[in-house]
DNA sequence: GGGAGCATGTAACGGGTTACATGATTGG
DNA sequence: CCAATCATGTAACCCGTTACATGCTCCC
């Protein structure tokens, strides 16, 4: 109703970067239930921007289709379980598109709690903290591996070519973790060798 | 009031990790405003756990005292500018102490916009891709200066060993995120040489 | 004089979480 | 038969953000 001409975005209310994760995952042309993008986020969006909760989920899809980027419609009778299949539509794509091309990339969001508590680490003991960052270094190689795993189905099809590449990406920066877990522990090896530091011999 | 004996918990209306990372820039020993509080989060924690915002900080300050956390007091009149300076309490210390021992370790949030853009790369075009790429490359760069130069500040006093530690560890951090996004571009321009991969001598 | 930075807040909003509720189907 | 998984939601909560309001002081 505007008197403007406004080429892509006749009534953008911009939606949250998790609606367009949503829509992101149908953009790859299935169709698809609430559920089933759930597991998939787990396997793919969850190693570089987590992982939405499910009731998340369908609140974007019901989003989603209230502002024609998906349709949905029951799982036909021969499906064994009740559930609602989403696909994506052409201003589905378009949208997504469209925010891709003009919205503003975000700085990355990083909350690293163990940073936090090494950081802290006046307030506790040099056991804790060790055993805090070797954990952390665990998790680091289970993300590492299961990010591998996850390559290691879609590789060669130049359909999945860009997801591939990301999770090679995902690959090098779960290492990163892990190293930088591994010289921490190291840097806290060194620090617990000099309070006796009265070195008789240097 | 309860007839539990419980030693380090009486009311412990477990906080948000922003109160206890307030609570940490506390937890140093020096008497401050919310305004350097803040601050200081630009120049330390920013790099590992994000920056919040002014108004979160000043909440979290009103929080602390009420918990008996931190007290505070109108900075005196020698000092030019009305403020309010925040001091840690023995129960505040006490409080932070326990949360590190006690609150398990949350995962690490990553929400990186960057990765989510490639892996939507077949909605987008090269030159996008390479250009967000870059951008983010710089990004990471400068973080890296920046937590160089912080580091540079505090190295060899052994109060500020934890904190110099991170920041190595954020050092390393960051660089591996520049270099991350040197092999995305790599990757980036193969894919884009592929194309015309009707490669005439194999 | 005026802009940059100092300093403290209030108000509105909403995104995303957990907890809860419900019920079907599959497979050991 | 019973647990795990499939499948979809509602309700409450609150963290954290942006936008706004206010006024001071420093320095060019």
């Not at 109703?1 to 209310?13: F, G, K, L, N, P």
């Not at 892990?178 to 806290?188: G, N, Q, V």
């Amino acid at each position: 109703m505007s008197s403007r001409h406004i080429q892509y975005a006749a009534d953008v209310e911009s939606l949250p970067t998790t609606a367009w994760v949503v829509l992101g995952l149908l953009s790859f042309g299935r169709e698809l239930s609430g559920y089933d993008l759930r597991k998939w986020a787990e396997a793919s969006v969850r190693f570089f921007y987590g992982s939405p909760a499910m009731s998340q989920i369908y609140r974007e899809l019901r989003r989603l289709e209230a502002q024609g980027y998906a349709v949905s419609r029951p799982a036909p009778p021969e499906e064994p379980r009740r559930k609602r299949l989403y696909r994506i539509t052409p201003a589905g794509l378009d949208a997504l598109a469209g925010w891709l091309r003009e919205a503003p990339v975000e700085a990355p969001v990083l909350k690293h709690g163990v940073a936090l508590r090494v950081w802290l680490g006046h307030l506790s003991d040099p056991a804790t903290l060790r055993r805090t960052v070797l954990e952390h270094r665990e998790f680091a190689q289970r993300m590492l591996d299961e990010v591998s795993a996850a390559r290691a189905v879609a590789e060669h099809d130049p359909t999945w070519a860009y997801p591939a590449m990301i999770e090679r990406w995902g690959e090098r920066y779960w290492a990163a973790e892990r190293d930088a877990a591994d010289a921490l522990l190291a840097d806290l090896a060194t620090l617990n060798q000099q309070p006796p530091a009265t070195s008789p011999v240097p």
